[in-house]
């Protein structure tokens, strides 16, 4: 069966540090790779998607980037976390076509505290 | 891209049926409508998808009426452990495009 991993769960960081984090995906092939964030008590707003490696779309502006180096592998980065990077952010997967009406399967999420 | 509106809260009783209805009134022939479900400190969950008239799987059902303009989620005898925030999406099945998940609807299921 099909996992995905995030890590850490939980992240506290100063304003200005550097950030990466963490998603695979076990059991499937060329998945379709998602970073979204979620503000406190608001919906998910998608970041990021990926079709393939060294392949990322961006949704919004914004300090971060993200990277694809292995296939089921997604990594989301900041230079420089601003306060305003603060949230809770999930990775998800889907396979298939990429689209909005794919079914997406999302890992238990990063909480970013900025301090 | 065609927005959705849901109420931002519900309150129900366990053993209850719940309809939550989402409206899309600029939804597009081939966008396809699809409900999630997410607990506190965890990602959504998949919980069905439709194009029109009636959906039915083991969890709920979905009825979208012939404009296609809004959709109703219906959850059948509810229990504590379904309060979550759910999160109706509208969007083609491929060819991906800047979808939008919205702040959802918050269900507050009480004993």
């Known amino acids: 069966s099909q996992t995905i991993h995030q890590w850490p769960a939980t992240l506290v960081q100063p304003v200005g540090s550097p950030l990466s984090l963490e998603c695979t995906v076990e059991?499937?092939?060329?998945?379709?790779l998602y970073w979204y964030r979620q503000a406190a008590g608001r919906g998910l707003q998608l970041l990021f998607y990926?079709?393939?490696?060294?392949?990322i779309s961006s949704e919004v502006p914004q300090n971060l980037s993200a990277s694809r180096p292995q296939d089921r592998q997604f990594i989301l980065s900041s230079k420089k976390l601003l306060l305003s990077d603060s949230g809770f952010y999930l990775c998800?997967?889907?396979?298939?076509?990429?689209?909005?009406?794919?079914?997406?399967?999302f890992g238990d999420g990063t909480r970013l505290s900025i301090l | 891209l065609a927005k959705t509106t849901q109420p931002i809260s519900m309150d129900s009783y366990e053993g209850q049926e719940v309809n939550i209805t989402c409206s899309h009134n600029?939804?597009?022939?081939?966008?396809?409508i699809t409900w999630y479900q997410q607990f506190p400190s965890q990602g959504p969950r998949f919980i069905i998808q439709?194009?029109?008239t009636k959906v039915t799987n083991e969890v709920a059902s979905l009825f979208i009426p012939a404009d296609r303009k809004s959709s109703t989620l219906s959850l059948p005898r509810v229990s504590l452990s379904d309060t979550a925030v759910y999160y109706c999406?509208?969007?083609?099945?491929?060819?991906?495009?800047?979808?939008?998940f919205g702040s959802g609807t918050k269900l507050n299921v009480k004993p």
């Open positions: 990926s079709v393939g490696i060294g392949q």
């Open positions: 600029n939804i597009a022939t081939n966008d396809y």
């Open positions: 998800a997967w889907s396979v298939g076509q990429a689209g909005a009406g794919e079914p997406q399967h």
């Open positions: 439709g194009y029109k």
């Open positions: 999406l509208v969007g083609p099945l491929y060819n991906f495009n800047k979808f939008y």
């Open positions: 059991g499937t092939s060329n998945p379709n």
